[in-house]
């Protein structure tokens, strides 16, 4: 069976209206969804919401951002609540009633983003006249679709959604992780109630607190100032373009995108000689300083450091959880200090690292106490990125293979995708 977009799905067709009587809505803005994961959505009045906030969505809504399509901001919204409502910068594509019974939706939207059809839509928007690379809804009604039977195309979307699952639920399990760590470091060092020589809460326990001129606040008695200089080191990338590799001995350069997406196609190359204290392995603190302020557990393998990011290290003994949750505490001060000055904060330099101020205790075991409890909790959370990466890639290379008929699949599908068991038959016609 072969179809155009158009014939099959009804392209932009709801939109909100007086009707609808909504008071409240969830938005969802074309940045906040990549390649099916929504990192965030906004609650607010629907009087206050920006004029983009117009298109309405339904359960296995497709949501394909017009900008850029290169940065692959696009999914399926699986029930999504009534109120959803999504920019005006996507194009919503809904599948007609009436060819439900032949063609799955998720099916459809594996279609849609295969690399080629993606490759094609961009080059369009990359023709277009206009402030960005864009394309019209019109541009893609009439690319064309070949389908399998409805049961090979809910089989193979069905594997999908067991990958999308497991790496939603190891995603889920880092937030958690992620939660509990920086919930138990808060209580620590910024209210203060580590444990005192007794194991009871210090600062709730009555410990003795003096005023700090400095910090404007109080601290913990025997404590002093320092800044984010006393605690770690702050090594600067390469400009790795200088550095590239000659033979099959290559690192992949770290960049901010790789911070955001981790490694991909696009990813460049770098010899592998570089210095080691620029060489990045899993665990290590990456501290992004030009325009995007960002600090992060790099969980992608080895790489090479390019410049505008800080590989963050030890000094004086403190603790990798130290020195990370402080850095994050402090990078949130900077961008209240560019907020208020209604400017961006361009990039942090080793000054403003110097004029930082922090509560440090008069030696190290205090840290290193927490350290203990953290480091696991750290060691989980690489973990469960490097799986989704693993996730990530099979799911990649595989979906193709059974989309055109390179692979076959026979299956016994449970509920759950660690349960599901696969054979995979490749077809060497």
């Known amino acids: 069976m072969k179809y155009t977009l158009a014939e099959i799905a009804d392209i ?4 909100i209206s007086k009707s609808d009587n909504l008071q409240e809505i969830i938005y969802l803005d074309t940045s906040s969804i990549t390649e099916n994961f929504i990192s965030g959505t906004c609650i607010m009045p629907l009087s206050e919401a920006p004029s983009r906030a117009q298109r309405k969505v339904k359960s296995n809504t497709i949501v394909y951002s017009t900008v ?4 692959k901001h696009y999914g399926i919204l699986n029930s999504p609540p009534y109120n959803l409502i999504v920019s005006s910068g996507f194009v919503t594509i809904d599948l007609k009633k009436e060819y439900e019974d032949r063609i799955d939706a998720r099916y459809l ?3 849609l983003t295969q ?3 993606t490759e094609y839509i961009a080059c369009i928007a990359d023709s277009a006249v206009s402030a960005y690379p864009s394309f019209n809804p019109s541009d893609i009604s009439e690319i064309a679709f070949s389908f399998p039977n409805i049961e090979k195309q809910k089989a193979i979307s069905e594997i999908w959604s067991n990958f999308e699952q497991k790496i939603s639920i190891n995603r889920q399990i880092n937030d958690n992780l992620e939660a509990m760590a920086k919930q138990l470091y808060d209580y620590w060092f910024v209210q203060f109630d580590f444990p005192n020589e007794e194991g009871k809460p210090y600062k709730s326990s009555g410990g003795a607190m003096v005023w700090n001129d400095k910090m404007k606040r109080e601290i913990p008695q025997g404590w002093y100032c320092g800044t984010l200089l006393d605690i770690a080191e702050y090594t600067n990338g390469l400009a790795c373009q200088k550095y590239r590799p000659t033979d099959n001995n290559k690192l992949p350069v770290i960049k901010i995108k790789e911070m955001h ?16 204290d620029v060489k990045v392995f899993d665990g290590d603190v990456l501290f992004s300083w030009s325009a995007s302020l960002e600090v992060m557990l790099w969980a992608y393998g080895n790489g090479g450091l390019n410049q505008h990011i800080f590989k963050v290290t030890s000094k004086n003994g403190y603790p990798r959880s130290f020195y990370f949750y ?4 402090y990078v949130g001060i900077f961008k209240q200090m560019a907020e208020a000055r209604k400017t961006t904060m361009g990039h ?10 922090i509560a440090l205790p008069p030696n190290v075991d205090i840290a290193n106490k927490l350290e203990e409890k953290l480091c696991p909790i750290f060691d989980e959370i690489v973990k469960n990125n490097q799986e989704i990466i693993v996730l990530t890639k099979l799911r990649d290379e595989l979906l193709p293979l059974l989309m055109n008929g390179q692979a076959t699949i026979n ?3 449970s509920a759950s995708f660690l349960s599901s068991l696969y054979y995979i038959e490749t077809n060497t016609n």
């Open 12 to 15: 932009n067709k709801f939109s």
């Open 68 to 71: 850029r399509p290169r940065l």
């Open 109 to 111: 939207f594996l279609l």
């Open 115 to 117: 690399p080629a059809i």
């Open 261 to 276: 997406d981790g490694l991909s196609a696009d990813t460049e190359w770098v010899k592998t000689d570089i210095p080691d």
């Open 326 to 329: 402080q850095l994050i505490h």
């Open 348 to 357: 942090i330099t080793q000054d403003h690292l110097k004029q930082s101020t």
């Open 411 to 413: 299956y016994h599908l």
